[in-house]
Structure formats: C-alpha cells, structure tokens
C-alpha cells in the first residue's frame, strides 16, 4: 500500500531562509543542516516537544492546527526582522507542526545561523517568542483524563503562561 506524502506548506522567501509548516515530523538535523553556512561561526537551534505535563496535569498529547497562509506571512515577516535587526544573519529557519502529537515528538523547530553566537542566540529567542505571540497556530492539550482544552495565541502574552 502507497500512502500519501504528508502536505506541507511553505512560502517564499530569501533564498537562505526556511519557513514551512507540515503534518511530517521535524528532524534536528534537517533544520541544523538548512541555518549552515560558512559564513557562520554560530547556529543557535531551538526545538519545542511534547511535554508530559503542564501545571501539575498530565499530558498525553498535543494537537496543533494553524491558518497557514497567514501563519507562513508571519514567519517570513519574523525572518525579515532578523534579518533587518541582526543584519549578518544568513540563515533562518522557522518550522512547525501540525495535527497530533505525541509526548517527545517535536513541534517546532528554530533556527538561526549568524557570524557571532550573541546574535545568533538573540534572533532565535526573537523568533520563537514573536512565534507564540502573533503566529495564528493553536495548541490543544489532551490530558491523560480525556479531557482536553485549547491554549490560546492571547494566553502567550500573560507572563508564566503555558506557551
């Protein structure tokens, strides 16, 4: 039996820059190899997974769902930011998840590759924090009870929240 590859959307943008949501797991790897460049003396990786818990209450698993056309507008205007902000950026990659997830798994990767580690480490905490904050991709948290509830883009601007 053939099955289907998973759908993938992504945008486009500068020629060194990644920016794609999917339903296919992410690999460390492949986001480490797309920030590489010779020009870099740093390539800072963030990599968000599935946790078991949140506040005490057990996680089973996440699922994801995302409006990506203007998911992907805000990932390239993330990139752009880097690279206006941190002008020796050469590389950005922004990938993220959709559907379930189960613990461990990883739901979204960031990379930046830069000159200099300060920057490099600046960019990536930018994108990730501007991510969670503007990015319409919602997070349903399925908990070991059967229950489930839905964190919300607005819930990332409280300071502690479970982003």
């Known amino acids: 039996m053939q099955t289907k590859p998973s759908p993938t959307f992504s945008t486009p943008q500068r020629d060194s820059d990644s920016l794609v949501i999917t339903f296919a797991p992410l690999l460390l790897s492949e ?8 020009a870099n003396g740093a390539i800072v990786v ?4 599935v946790r ?4 005490g209450k057990p996680v089973v698993a996440l699922e994801y769902q ?5 998911a992907l507008q805000v990932f390239r205007q993330i990139a752009n930011d880097i690279h206006t902000r941190w002008s020796d950026a050469n590389r950005v990659v922004i990938h993220h998840r959709t559907g379930r997830l189960a613990l461990g798994e990883i739901s979204v990767l ?18 990730i924090d501007t991510l969670k904050h503007n990015a319409p991709i919602w997070k349903k948290e399925i908990w070991q009870d059967g229950s489930s509830s839905w964190v919300s ?6 300071p502690g929240a479970n982003c």
């Open 153 to 158: 883009i607005g819930a990332c601007e409280q």
């Open 31 to 38: 986001a480490y190899a797309l920030a590489e460049d010779h």
């Open 66 to 70: 995302a409006y990506e056309p203007m």
């Open 46 to 49: 963030m990599s968000g997974t």
């Open 52 to 55: 078991h818990q949140t506040d």
């Open 110 to 127: 960031v990379a930046v590759g830069c000159p200099h580690r300060a920057e490099a480490f600046e960019a990536c905490q930018y994108a």
